[in-house]
């Protein structure tokens, strides 16, 4: 079996990257587990010399598959059409794949040549293998806070299922790549040593993923704080590229006034609007803001995304969550953490998405606060910001007991981004343990509970209201009480397996 993959190792590592690929893409968590079997099995095969042009290979292919996107992105939705940047940019994430990958290659070949093991690796070999390409993913998407369209993690398809799932609430999305590399390396030791015992622990590892995910979901039970309250999720399904005449503001309104008058709406505590509801900007006061409010009961909050301005000469936007309730403010979230080269500069550059003229977006200065409403303390998250686990923990940890989580695809409405978006606004849920609305411009609008159990969900771009009750808790996980908890375990793991596997020598 090892003779076979040395002999094609060079299509085994560039198979694996194409599943892994396919896998993170689909968030398809059945591939995710046997995606990295091949280049496992192969990376023993190859000379030390020459796994950092393997990791390359893996890297790039990796990342030319799930970075191509950003070409369309890039031409078809920013205001500069910005066909050079977006040439720069895929080629600069391709590189960074690359390299990363590459350090991961060399990790595990010199974790595999620190001791020859007659089964293809040893039990200490596959803890360092899995702990090592674990450390290494939190290190290098940390790096990657600022630049959501690259939060590639390898245990992300594990999202979808809603047992494996509940592990995040123990160690975030990383026990989740910690359990994806996990069964893969097991895979292959049992593939390659034909070892009865190494099959049994290989799917005994399994159901524990998901039968011990099982047990979690039937044994949480949230801290409720408050009775239920009523929610909805509007959507006008807006086209950014769309030039904003009387005719097509005239039928925004319209589309908007359709969904606010259904009978469940109007009964609603909150109407959820999403991020950018409206496509100007907002300068303190708004005609059809006011008819919003003038049609709704005057019981019914509004939870709105507004791009703000002090006046019309500033060349950047705050891109704003308003809390309205009979037409007064009552409270207002600006966004922390923009995106790199779209909302922000890279090296001087920007291409900002279209419909927003050529502002860039202004980074919040002041600590935002939570916003205090009758039924418990709410934590916003907006667009990207709902991809960063740190962002929601520190709201939970600050006392948040239930999410907004506002957005707007319409950009990327076309490619894998939206369903990804959805899936980690339903990582953060479970992460935090908090029960989220999400209100999202031609992706998906949902209620998710802390348990990362979906209430309701629309189709994706379509315009659309869902409705539902979100309750508040007091619940604390694990994750949210002692965040680096899991990678200090990972370091641990790392260290001791080392020392016995040097030990062993």
Request: one cysteine or more; charged letters at 15%; aromatic letters at 16%.
């Amino acid at each position: 079996m090892e003779t076979f993959f040395s002999k094609y190792k060079f299509l085994f590592v560039a198979l694996s990257a194409i599943l892994s690929a396919y896998a993170f893409k689909e968030v398809n968590y059945v591939l995710s587990i046997v995606s990295l079997v091949p280049v496992i099995i192969a990376i023993k095969q190859i000379p030390l010399k020459k796994v950092f042009l393997y990791g390359f290979l893996f890297g790039s292919i990796y990342a030319i598959i799930l970075c191509f996107w950003m070409f369309s992105a890039f031409v078809n939705y920013t205001n500069n059409n910005a066909v050079d940047m977006a040439i720069g940019f895929i080629a600069i994430s391709i590189l960074m794949f690359a390299f990363f990958y590459s350090m991961v290659f060399v990790g595990i070949a010199f974790i595999l040549n620190i001791h020859t093991n007659k089964n293809f690796l040893g039990w200490f070999q596959l803890i360092a293998i899995t702990a090592f390409w674990s450390l290494l993913e939190i290190a290098f998407m940390s790096f990657l806070n600022e630049y959501p369209f690259h939060n590639y993690r390898v245990g992300f398809a594990f999202t979808k299922n809603i047992f494996s799932i509940q592990w995040a609430s123990f160690g975030g999305i990383e026990i989740l790549t910690f359990f994806t590399v996990l069964v893969n390396v097991l895979l292959a030791k049992a593939i390659v040593s034909k070892q009865k015992l190494d099959i049994k622990i290989t799917v005994l590892a399994i159901v524990i993923i998901f039968l011990g995910g099982a047990i979690l979901k039937a044994t949480f039970t949230p801290q409720n704080i408050n009775t239920p309250f009523k929610v909805s999720s509007i959507s006008a399904n807006m086209n950014v590229k769309d030039s904003w005449n009387q005719n097509k503001v005239n039928q925004l309104a319209e589309n908007y006034f359709q969904l606010i008058k259904k009978q469940e709406v109007k009964t609603s505590d909150f109407i959820i609007f999403p991020e950018s509801a409206l496509p100007w900007t907002f300068y303190g006061k708004d005609d059809l803001l006011d008819e919003f409010q003038k049609r709704i009961n005057p019981n019914t909050a509004i939870i709105i995304g507004l791009n703000t301005t002090e006046n019309e000469k500033d060349k950047s936007v705050k891109n704003t969550v308003f809390y309205f309730k009979n037409k007064q403010e009552l409270g207002r979230y600006q966004k922390e953490i923009l995106i790199k080269g779209i909302e922000a500069p890279i090296l001087g550059r920007a291409a900002p998405f279209a419909g927003n003229a050529q502002y860039l977006v202004e980074k919040n200065r002041f600590k935002n606060k939570l916003f205090t409403t009758p039924f418990g303390k709410a934590g916003i998250l907006i667009c990207n910001e709902a991809v960063i686990s740190k962002h929601a923990i520190q709201q939970a940890q600050e006392g948040a007991n239930f999410f907004f989580n506002l957005s707007n695809d319409a950009w990327f409405k076309e490619q894998y981004i939206t369903p990804h978006h959805f899936y980690n606004a339903r990582l953060m849920s479970v992460i935090t343990r908090k029960d989220m609305v999400i209100s999202n411009n031609c992706g998906y609008n949902a209620i998710i509970k802390g348990s990362g159990e979906i209430i309701n969900k629309s189709k994706k771009n379509t315009k659309s209201n869902i409705t539902g009750n979100l309750v508040a808790n007091t619940s604390a996980s694990l994750k949210t009480q002692y965040p680096l908890l899991f990678a200090i375990l990972l370091n641990v793991f790392l260290i001791v397996s080392l020392f016995f596997l040097k030990k062993q020598n």
